[in-house]
C-alpha cells in the first residue's frame, strides 16, 4: 500500500502526545488497475510540494518502478519540517533535486541524518523505503535499544 499524501498536516498528535497518520484520501494499491493515487493525487491541495522528483516530472504513474519509495521521499521532506520548522523548505525539493548537504541538517539529530539523506535520494531505485527507516530507527542490535527512536 502506499499513502501518498505523507505531509505535515496528514498527522495529528492525541491528547496523550501521540502521533496519528490520517490523510488516506488518495491511499492506494498499486497493484490495482486504477490506483486512486493516479487520478487523484494531482488534486489534493498542498500536495505537490511534497512529491518525489519522479512524480514531479512524469506524473502520479511513475510510482510503479518502485512503489516503496514514493512515501519514503515525503517523509525526508516531513522529518526537515519536523525538527527545523523555522527554515525554508530544502532545495532538494525543487529540480534538479541536490541531494541534502551537511548544512541541511540543522535540528535533525545526527542518529537521524543519514537515513534522513537516504530517504531525500532522487533515485527512486536508492531510496530508503518507510520500512527500512522505521526498522532502523526501532532496532536494538546492541541490544539497548541503539535505534533513533
Avoid at 35 to 46: D, I, K, N, S, W
Avoid at 48 to 69: L, Q, R
Avoid at 98 to 120: A, D, Y
Wanted: aromatic residues 10%.
Amino acid at each position: 500500500m502506499t499513502h501518498g499524501s505523507v505531509r505535515p498536516n496528514a498527522f495529528f498528535i492525541s491528547p496523550s502526545g501521540e502521533w496519528r497518520l490520517g490523510g488516506f484520501e488518495v491511499l492506494s494499491n498499486p497493484k490495482d488497475n486504477n490506483p486512486v493515487l493516479y487520478t487523484m493525487g494531482g488534486l489534493l491541495p498542498g500536495l505537490m510540494s511534497f512529491t518525489p522528483p519522479e512524480v514531479k516530472k512524469s506524473g502520479w504513474s511513475a510510482f510503479k518502478d518502485p512503489v516503496s519509495a514514493v512515501d519514503g521521499y515525503p517523509l525526508g521532506l516531513l522529518l526537515h519540517s519536523v525538527f527545523n520548522p523555522t527554515h525554508p523548505p530544502l532545495e532538494t525539493a525543487e529540480p534538479p533535486h541536490p541531494p541534502p548537504q551537511p548544512s541541511s541538517r540543522n535540528s535533525i539529530p545526527p542518529s537521524i541524518f543519514p537515513s534522513f539523506k537516504r530517504l531525500l535520494n532522487s533515485n527512486p531505485k536508492g531510496r530508503m523505503t518507510l520500512k527500512t527507516f522505521l526498522d532502523g530507527g526501532m532496532a536494538e542490535t546492541a541490544g539497548d535499544g541503539s535505534g533513533c527512536f
